[in-house]
């Protein structure tokens, strides 16, 4: 993770440059305007170096306030893009890496964690990252930055008020931290006694016939009045951290400004160590009214970054997870190699009994295979081998003589075809449901495919056509099944993987599925572990699987 | 006590109390808080005559605190303030949905209309959070601005009068930037959906993807998303923030006027005299004006957000009060020719059936599957429109009804408890004693398990009763329409998840304690039919033939098995064991 970071940083180093250097800017953008503001006060009050402005001097001094002040808020709002701009690349960034390591995560991670936990982790965790980037870290270094610089700019100029603001800026510091922390509380107290409140509608709703029966409105009423008597209590409670933080903060710096005024007014020793004019008064006024407003903002980073951290965990955890083995080898597809070649593998899932020991199967070109056994014996367990989806713990599985588990993404679908039990909607139209967004294949061939499946006519009658929308009730469960062939054949696979038929399906879609199959296996090594589609496909070896 | 909570109005008025509350250190706060910026200019100016030796430091010990003192009491009222309005807001929304839910229980829309009614409750909060905007926006915005203006125009009527030729524009130009910032919001928020369901494809499609071979293709397609949100949501960001600096800085052009128009009444060259205070305090002032006005685009963003949660609200704010519970008297119970409709209007469910019980009697009722027994309970309970005449005592439904007399109790399949404890799922509220309570768990033989639970007839059920098993739900759920005794109980298969033995316990029980009223117990399984009184069998009208054996009828057990066919055959099936279900 923390690699991660420094690597997109690094991927964007003019950006993150860009940041420092727009949070350096704005912050002495940020200090610059008091002191002029200070300097026209002083000259006006003839307690400065020139007595008097002459009149075009002061609309000089009014254009620069007015410039710098300007200026600073520009840089302020040039600095929340630039924190937008680097956040967002920051999880572009995150999120393409967990895509990556997506596609080298063994199968057996997916058998163990469900596709919701992955997902969130996508999708919820990746934008507390995104608040971390955006309202945590760096808004919070660039407050930090304000606070420091203020205080800088006054040390130089009233050492009395630096001394006090530095024994108040911890104490405020504190208060603030233990309100936020309070209101958090109440805040989910509330949200709880909320939840607990509307959860009584849709059991009312779902039991308005008892309740009237009974007579049971008046107790009804009774208990959803104390639910809303719980819920309104909590939220008296946030009422009361929200109302009071912001009055106490503004009395502190009304505070900090009658004592540096009473200071600054005595004689001698006193009046040196404040060395205030009329106008560093209103400097410093000033200052008082921005150093405040960081301090609210750091307490609330802090509530984002802690937040944000368990996110950041479990992306950390899933991107240190192991991952599986062996890349692609080199392509060395050999024709006179079998179609199916197994040799004394053995397999077990982890921590189970092994599914397959010392097991061996050969397969010509060409040649049909119809497994058969009990559920569990393993069918369902032997195509996922096939297909590479798992690595034999021992032995070999070879495919036209390359290793099932390494064979390249791309050869892949050339190479075998699998049609699944269920077909497997994927977003997009009719095309998509069979190129997959592979861009190799082309219409014509998606045409061919449909039409060796049986269901390009179909698809003709369908508004749009090939590019007809898509969706669960689009097409019947049978024509699904069709469709799933057509997604198989497209590229013209040399192995054909059935998996067992879906039953339910009427005796005229059984009929029109088994002859697509039959099309579909011509010149092909078919391995089948459905009986009705085997009978179908004709005579062919079977193997039982104990 | 008869205010309209349908009218908006009627809940200013009802709190008027804190509304007034509010009123009142609204408007010192916002007043006060001119006293901030003005004080500071005096102590500006009592600064630079202390240095100047024109006034003794002693001054400053007393304006800075008679400054101090004000600002605390400013701050004070802006506490009270907040609190309050906040309280209003939570009251209001209190009494919304106080409202509401007796609408829901009592009012016809309630059936029926379920989901308007939960969007309903969560309408509620926008609209007392609208309303609290308003409040406080009314004053925070409205008073405070004219208490700065005041000061202003009091220092110097013409320069004010220049100064505030900037602000509008920008507020112009801030209603001019609202489409394209939030057409950018909603992109951004497409977008955002869009990545959703890409990331959900590319992990919970990974195998078949794998399958493919068409990982890395995805990761591809997958990053088209990933650039097209972050372009959109970097835009949406920037035009966001952009907005208000753009703002400020348009209405501080005035800061220029003001440092030198008002430079030169310090200068005693201007159109006014100024010292020092009047400058920095005319400054400060126009500041927070500046601020300030911008926020009056937020306060009509609330009331119209207010305004339309508040349309969806109020049709279920109506006034409704609760009726008294009283029942029908005891009697004997006379259907006849009684038929109902199907609910998706294809023809009938079963066609003029008649039958009578006498108090005391129980009667059981069955079918095949699908002849409208659970229907015929719903229609006895006046929750089902039927043909026909159903009277007891000899007074037809329609009479109770208008008399707001009970007449019947239920159970059904679904036992429909409460989030509540067993005392209060069996009471209801309704006033009784510890031996009444003890005496119903008795009957349904539900005494020794609650007892021997912890917290005994207090012990919660969690939601629906997940806490206690399905014959303990029935159980309880049986102890329920016991304690609201009607002439009338109907019991529509509730014993399916209660053992044989229990079952046989709990219809002695039934039989001593219902002895003034009817009982039809509905049910397709006929284990204690030969114990009724008479026997009812519905024939769906979808399968009535000529044939006189065929049909619904009305007689005892023994009779019908000699001459209702489709009775006989249930009979037989369940003598094998087979279970009808329905």
């Given at each position: 993770m923390k690699s991660l970071f420094l690597h997109i940083s690094k991927k964007h180093l003019g950006l993150t440059l860009l940041l420092a250097l727009v949070i350096a800017a704005r912050t002495a953008s940020s200090l610059i305007p008091p002191i002029i503001l200070g300097r026209i006060v002083d000259a006006l009050a003839g307690?400065?170096?020139?007595s008097a402005l002459p009149g075009g001097g002061l609309v000089l001094a009014g254009t620069m306030y007015f410039a710098l002040l300007a200026l600073s808020r520009l840089l302020e709002a040039l600095q929340e893009a630039a924190i937008t701009i680097w956040g967002e690349k920051m999880t572009h960034g995150i999120r393409s890496a967990m895509a990556g390591k997506l596609g080298r995560l063994p199968m057996t991670y997916f058998t163990e964690h469900d596709s919701g936990t992955v997902s969130s982790l996508f999708v919820n965790d990746v934008d507390t990252l995104e608040d971390l980037f955006s309202s945590g870290v760096i808004s919070m270094a660039a407050d930090l930055a304000s606070i420091a610089g203020i205080l800088v700019v006054i040390a130089g100029r009233s050492r009395g008020l630096f001394l006090m603001l530095l024994a108040a800026l911890p104490l405020l510091w504190l208060f603030t931290l233990h309100v936020q922390k309070r209101t958090l509380a109440a805040q989910l107290d509330q949200r709880r006694a909320v939840a607990d409140l509307n959860s009584q509608i849709p059991e009312t709703l779902t039991r308005l016939l008892p309740v009237r029966l009974f007579h049971a409105s008046p107790y009804m009423e009774d208990r959803y009045r104390q639910a809303c008597r719980r819920s309104f209590s909590a939220s008296e409670r946030t009422n009361f951290y929200d109302s009071v933080y912001s009055p106490v903060i503004l009395l502190c710096q009304a505070v900090l400004t009658a004592l540096m005024m009473i200071f600054a007014a005595q004689s001698g020793a006193l009046r040196s160590f404040f060395g205030i004019s009329a106008g560093t008064a209103v400097t410093c006024i000033a200052y008082i009214g921005q150093v405040f407003t960081p301090l609210a903002d750091i307490g609330m980073e802090i509530q984002n970054i802690q937040s944000a951290m368990a996110g950041a965990r479990r992306i950390s955890d899933f991107l240190g997870e192991p991952e599986k083995e062996g890349g692609p080898a080199a392509a060395d597809s050999c024709c006179s190699a079998p179609a199916v070649c197994i040799r004394q593998m053995t397999f077990a899932y982890p921590g189970q009994a092994p599914v397959f020991s010392n097991f061996s199967l050969d397969l010509k070109e060409g040649e049909r295979l119809l497994i058969t056994g009990r559920t569990g014996a393993g069918k369902s367990t032997l195509f996922k081998l096939i297909l590479g989806l798992y690595p034999p713990d021992q032995g070999q599985i070879l495919l036209l003589g390359q290793e099932a588990c390494t064979v390249a993404e791309k050869d892949r679908r050339r190479l075998f075809g699998c049609v699944e039990q269920n077909f497997t909607l994927i977003p997009g139209d009719i095309f998509e449901q069979i190129s997959m967004g592979d861009e190799r294949v082309s219409e014509q061939e998606a045409w061919d495919a449909l039409e060796t499946a049986g269901l390009a006519d179909t698809v003709r009658a369908l508004?749009?056509?090939?590019?007809a929308p898509c969706t669960s009730e689009s097409l019947s469960h049978g024509q699904f099944q069709l469709l799933s062939i057509a997604r198989a054949i497209v590229l013209d696979p040399r192995l054909l993987l059935l998996d067992e038929m879906s039953s339910g399906l009427d005796a005229a879609t059984e009929k029109a599925l088994l002859a697509a199959l039959n099309k579909a296996a011509r010149g092909r090594t078919v391995l089948s572990i459905s009986h009705r589609a085997s009978a179908a496909l004709g005579a062919g070896r079977t193997l039982h699987l104990q | 006590m008869d205010r309209d909570p349908g009218r908006i109005g009627s809940y200013f008025r009802q709190q008027w109390r804190v509304l007034l509350v509010v009123t009142v250190t609204g408007i010192l706060y916002n007043l006060g808080l001119a006293a901030g910026p003005w004080f500071e200019g005096q102590m500006v100016q009592k600064l630079t005559d202390i240095i100047g030796g024109r006034a003794p430091a002693a001054q400053m010990i007393r304006l800075a605190l008679t400054y101090l003192l004000v600002i605390a009491a400013v701050q004070f009222m802006r506490f009270l303030k907040r609190l309050y309005v906040r309280k209003f807001a939570n009251r209001t929304s209190l009494a919304m949905k106080q409202t509401l839910y007796r609408n829901l229980l009592e009012a016809d829309t309630g059936i029926g209309s379920g989901d308007a009614m939960t969007r309903a409750i969560s309408d509620v909060d926008d609209c007392a959070e609208g309303m609290r905007k308003f409040t406080t926006e009314l004053f925070d915005t409205g008073v405070v601005m004219a208490a700065y203006l005041a000061l202003l125009l009091h220092y110097d009527v013409r320069l004010t009068l220049l100064c505030l030729i900037f602000p509008p524009l920008a507020w112009l130009l801030a209603q001019k930037l609202k489409r394209p910032v939030s057409s950018a919001a909603s992109e951004a928020k497409q977008s955002a959906g869009r990545l959703a369901d890409a990331s959900l494809n590319r992990t919970a499609l990974t195998r078949t993807w794998r399958i493919f071979g068409l990982e890395s293709r995805r990761n591809a397609l997958y990053e088209n998303v990933l650039a097209d949100y972050e372009h959109r949501q970097i835009r949406s960001g920037i035009l966001t923030s952009s907005a208000e600096p753009v703002y400020f800085i348009i209405s501080s052009v005035s800061l220029i006027l003001i440092i030198w128009l008002g430079g030169r009444n310090v200068l005693g060259t201007g159109w006014t005299d100024w010292d020092i205070a009047a400058f920095s305090a005319f400054l400060a002032c126009f500041t927070r004006l500046a601020t300030k006005s911008s926020h009056v685009g937020k306060l009509f963003g609330a009331v119209q957000k207010a305004r339309v949660s508040w349309e969806r609200i109020r049709p279920f704010m109506k006034n409704i009060h609760l009726k008294e519970e009283k029942t029908a008297p005891a009697g004997p119970l006379l259907v006849e020719s009684l038929s109902i409709d199907r609910l998706s209007g294809s023809g009938r469910m079963f066609e003029k059936v008649s039958f009578q019980a006498q108090p005391g009697q129980i009667i059981g009722i069955t079918g095949p599957v699908s002849s409208g027994k659970t229907s015929l309970g719903l229609a006895l309970l006046g929750c089902l429109p039927f043909t026909g005449t159903v009277s007891l005592a000899g007074r037809n439904m329609d009479q109770f009804r208008d008399a707001g007399l009970s007449w019947a109790s239920w159970l059904g399949h679904d036992p429909l408890l409460l989030s509540a404890s067993i005392e209060d799922n069996i009471m209801l509220g309704q006033q009784h004693t510890e031996a009444e309570l003890a005496r119903l768990l008795e009957l349904v033989c539900l005494d020794r398990e609650v007892s021997a639970m912890e917290n005994g007839i207090r012990t919660r059920v969690g939601e629906g009763g997940v806490r206690l098993s399905g014959g303990q739900q029935a159980r309880l759920a049986l102890a329920r329409a016991l304690a609201h005794p009607r002439p009338l109980l109907i019991l529509d298969d509730?014993?399916?998840?209660?053992?044989a033995a229990t079952e046989d316990a709990l219809m002695a029980n039934l039989r001593q304690c219902c002895s003034g009223r009817v009982v039809l117990l509905i049910s397709?399984?006929?284990?204690h039919f030969p114990e009724t009184d008479a026997v009812l069998y519905l024939e769906p009208a979808s399968s009535l033939s000529g044939d006189p054996a065929d049909g619904s009828h009305f007689g005892t057990h023994q009779e019908l098995l000699a001459y209702c066919a489709g009775y006989r055959r249930l009979w037989e099936l369940a003598a094998e064991g087979t279970e009808v279900r329905s």
């Open positions: 307690t400065g170096s020139s508004p749009g056509g090939l590019h | 509730p014993f399916s998840a209660v053992d397709h399984r006929l284990g």
